[in-house]
């Protein structure tokens, strides 16, 4: 890998990981430089990614910044930058509620079973989870996963975080996702979870995610109250 793209993601991770807080000052071009060994040149190009990832703000004469999104009226954020975080971590600081609707076994229809790239006759994960913030619903999860790809989860991991369970017990890589985003009604069902008592759209984001090896491993439909989340995103020329 290139070095100022390798030091890019490392930043990146930290950012990810919590390391690094919004509003927090990274560390300056010359302690970056002996850090890693590398050239300023190569920590310039590394921080400009970053930039131009929205991820990171320079300041004239105070040095580079960890960027800070205002969320008024206390909407969530879902960003690109932290897609693979999970609701729990990107809800960090705040008390976290999980309700376990439904934690099954089953055989996928044909549709899954082709996002999922298995067959009709192997068998999934068939869960749906309303999660809350600091007892604010906010979002209803339908998740399908491969047994064979995902082995031993439990109802312990799907009240916490499943994600946490893949990348820090499984050893396994999340690598990318394929979304769609779009305007939807609730169901009763959803009215229900989300304690909704009036006309209110949710935001539904169609997920098929991949590990580093390109092997699907999870297809989602996550429904979230519409007064309660921002996409928020970055386009890079």
């Known amino acids: 890998m290139i070095k100022y793209q390798a030091i890019a993601d490392d930043i990146k991770k930290k950012i990810t990981d919590g390391k690094y807080m919004p509003g927090d000052q990274l560390s300056l071009e010359k302690e970056m430089c002996e850090e890693y060994g590398v050239s300023r040149i190569t920590i310039k190009r590394a921080v400009d990614q970053l930039v131009n990832l929205g991820l990171v703000v320079k300041r004239r004469g105070s040095g580079t910044f960890v960027k800070s999104i205002e969320d008024e009226e206390d909407i969530r954020e879902l960003s690109m930058a932290r897609q693979f975080a999970g609701f729990a971590e990107t809800n960090r600081g705040h008390e976290i509620g999980t309700v376990v609707i439904k934690f099954d076994i089953d055989h996928p229809s044909k549709e899954v079973a082709a996002k999922l790239q298995i067959t009709t006759e192997d068998f999934v994960y068939d869960i ?110």
């Open 128 to 237: 749906i989870r309303a999660r809350s913030a600091d007892d604010q619903a906010i979002v209803i999860e339908y998740t399908k996963m491969p047994i064979q790809l995902i082995a031993g989860l439990k109802k312990e991991h799907i009240e916490s975080s499943i994600y946490s369970y893949i990348q820090d017990k499984l050893h396994l890589k999340i690598q990318s996702a394929h979304r769609t985003i779009r305007a939807v009604m609730p169901t009763s069902l959803e009215k229900k979870y989300l304690k909704i008592d009036k006309e209110l759209p949710l935001l539904e984001i169609e997920q098929v995610a991949f590990l580093d090896d390109g092997s699907p491993f999870e297809y989602s439909i996550s429904r979230h109250r519409g007064d309660k989340i921002a996409f928020k995103t970055v386009s890079i020329r």
